[in-house]
C-alpha cells in the first residue's frame, strides 16, 4: 500500500510579466487503488498540478510538499520520480524524431525495472500489451510519436503505464482528441492495468465523458489553482448537469 | 590544369572561401613554400573482381573537372600519380568495397583519386579516413550513363589531423550519385562535395553528418551546378556541435543555370548546439536562372537541445545523459541509417557517444 501525499501545494510559472501563481494550496491524498478524478474548467491549473507532481522545469513550487510514502518527491530530479514510481500520461506527447517506439520502451522499462527486461520476454511482453491496444505490430518501428494521431498517442501513453507499472498515474487530458472508439479502448486499458495491480489514479478531465468508462471513488472540482468541493462519484453527475458556473463566478 | 601552377596564391583568409577556416591550422598546405609529398593515399581492402585500382601518372590522367579550390590547385600541382578506380561497365556490386588510406606520414601530402564508374554500373564504395594526416586530397568521380554510385566517405580522424578535401562528381545521363559525408574527427577538416551534370536524367543526393567537439573545425561546402536540363538533387547535411570552440561550418551553393529546365532541388542543413561556446555557421545559397523549374528550397535551422523532448524521456524514468543520447542519436539516425552497414553505423554511434560523454565530463 503506498500513498501519494499533496499538501497545500503552491506553484507558479515565469511570464513576461513576471511570476503569476498558479496552484494556490492543493491538498489532495491518493491511496493505492483509489480512482481519484479531477476536474475543472480550463485555465483552472490541472494540467499545471500534473506538470509540477513529475517534475516540468516550467514550474516552480513556491509552496507545499508532494511526498510519496514518506520521500520528498520535489527533490527528486524527473526521472528519479518516474523511477519512484510516478507515471504521467501527457496531454500533448512530445515526438523524439530518430527513436523507434521499441528503443524508448526498452530504455524506459530498463531504467524503471533497474536492469535491461530479458529480450525473450520483453518481446511477447510488449506484443500482447499492444495488441490489448488495438496496436498494429509495425507502431513499435515508428519514431516515438511522430505522425502519430491523436488516438495512437494516447494508446502509447497507455501502453507505457502498462508496460512501466508505476504505483501512480497521473492521466492529464487522456480523454481529449479521442473519438468514441478510441476512447473506450484506452479506458478499457487503464481499468485492465489497475485491474491486474495496485495502481493509484489520478485522472485530470475537463468532460465527465470519461467517467462513463473509468469510474472514479473520488471526484474533486478545481477552480483558481485550488480545490474547491470533493465528493463521491455523484459530484460527477451534478457536474454535468450544472456545469462549472457556480465554481467560476464565485 | 596544371598550368595553374605558376598562379597558386595561398588565401589571405579574407576570400569569401576561406573566410571561416584557421589558416593558422592548415599544416602548411596551402603554402606555396611547404615542401608538400604527393602520394597516392587510397587503398582496396575488400578486394572485388569487377573493380580494378591501377596507379597511373598524373599527365596520362588529368583532371576531369575545373576547380579554383586553392586546396585543390595545390595537390594537383604538386603530384605526380593518381589512383585510378574503375568500376566495370553493368558490375553490379553485392558488397560495398571499403577503401582506406595508406602512406599518410602526418606530414604535409597531396592525393588525387579518380573513380569511373562504368555504363549501368552500381556500386558502393566506403572510404575509412582514419589516423593521423595532413592531407590536401582531391577525389573525382565520373559516372558514366546509367551507373549509380554511393560514395561514404567517414572522416574519423584523429584529433590532430587536417584534411582538405574536395569530392567532385561529374554525373552523366541518367546516372545517380549518392554521397554520404560522415566526419567526427580530426583537428580541421574542410570537405567541398561538389557536383556537376554532363546530361539529363541525372540525380545527387548528397547527404552528411558532422559532430564538433572541443575545438575542432568542420567545415563543409556543398556546390551542386544544375548545369544540364532535368537533373535532380537533394542535400540533406545535419550536425551537431558541444564544448567550447566547436566550430562548424556549412555552405550549400545550389545554382540553376539558364539551360537547366526541369531542374528539381531541395538543400537541408540542421545544426543542433549541445553547449555554449560551440559556433554553428549554415549558409544556403540558391541562385536560378531561369523559371522552367520543377522545384527549388532550401532551409537551414540551428536550435539547442528540446528541452521538452529530454523531459518527455526524463518522466519515463530516463536518466538525462541517456536521455541526450537517445535525443542526438535520433537526431542522426535518419543520416547514419543509409549507411546501411551495423558495424560502422554502432562505430559513429559509440564514438559520438563517447565525444559527448568527453564533454559532459
Known sequence: MSTLDIKGLQVSVATEAGFTEILRGVDLTIKSGETHAIMGPNGSGKSTLAYSIAGHPKYTITGGSVTLDGADVLAMSVDERARAGLFLAMQYPVEVPGVSVTNFLRTAATAIRGEAPKVRTWVGEVKEAMKALN??????????????????????????????????????????????????IVSEGVNRIKGNSDLGILLITHYTRILRYIKPDFVHVFAAGKIV???????????????????TTA | MSTLTTNYLAPTGREEAWRFTPLSRVGGLLDATTAIEGIASVRITSNQPQVKL?????????????????ATIRAREVISEVTHI??????????????????????????RTLISCGLNSHATIILNNAGDAILADEIE???????????????????????????????????????????????????????????????????GLYFATDG?????????????????????YK?????????????????IRANAEGTDTYELNRNLLLSD?????????????????????HASTTGRFDDEQLFYLSSRGIPAEIARRLVIRGFFAEIVGKINNEEIENRLMDRIDSELAKVEA
Not at chain 2, 558490375?91 to 568495397?97: F, M, R, V, Y
Not at chain 2, 554511393?150 to 574519423?156: G, Y
Not at chain 2, 575542432?216 to 540533406?236: C, F, I, T, Y
Request: net charge negative; aromatic share 6%.
Open chain 1, 229 to 247: 468541493e470533493a465528493g463521491g462519484p455523484e459530484l460527477a453527475d451534478k457536474l454535468e448537469e450544472k456545469g462549472y458556473a457556480e465554481y
Open chain 2, 54 to 70: 591501377t596507379v597511373k601518372s598524373a599527365q596520362n590522367l588529368p583532371a576531369i573537372s575545373i576547380s579554383d579550390d586553392l
Open chain 2, 141 to 207: 568521380f565520373d559516372l558514366a550513363p546509367g551507373s549509380n554510385l554511393t560514395f561514404i566517405s567517414l572522416q574519423e580522424w584523429s584529433a590532430k589531423a587536417v584534411h582538405l578535401s574536395r569530392q567532385h562528381a561529374v554525373i552523366s545521363k541518367d546516372a545517380t550519385f549518392n554521397s554520404i559525408v560522415i566526419t567526427v574527427g580530426g583537428s580541421l577538416v574542410r570537405l567541398l562535395p561538389t557536383v556537376e551534370y554532363s546530361g539529363p536524367g541525372s540525380s545527387a543526393d548528397l547527404q
Open chain 2, 277 to 297: 561556446g560551440a559556433r554553428a555557421d549554415s549558409v544556403p545559397n540558391l541562385e536560378i536562372e531561369t523559371g522552367e523549374i520543377v522545384g527549388a528550397g
Open chain 2, 86 to 111: 574503375e568500376v566495370a561497365a553493368n558490375a553490379q556490386l553485392s558488397e560495398p568495397l571499403i577503401m582506406e588510406r595508406a602512406g599518410l606520414s602526418g606530414k604535409p601530402q597531396a592525393s
Open chain 2, 239 to 255: 550536425g551537431a556541435l558541444a564544448g567550447d570552440k566547436a566550430h562548424t561550418v556549412w555552405i550549400g551553393d545550389v545554382y
Open chain 2, 216 to 236: 575542432q573545425h568542420l567545415e563543409h561546402r556543398l556546390h551542386v551546378n544544375h548545369n544540364v536540363p532535368n537533373a535532380k538533387s537533394r542535400v540533406n
Open chain 1, 135 to 184: 496496436m498494429d505490430p509495425n507502431f513499435a518501428e515508428r519514431n516515438v510519436n511522430e505522425g502519430f494521431s491523436g488516438g495512437e498517442k494516447k494508446r502509447h501513453e497507455i501502453l507505457q503505464l502498462e508496460l512501466l507499472k508505476p504505483k501512480f498515474a497521473i492521466l492529464d487530458e487522456t480523454d481529449s482528441g479521442l473519438d468514441v472508439d478510441a476512447l473506450r
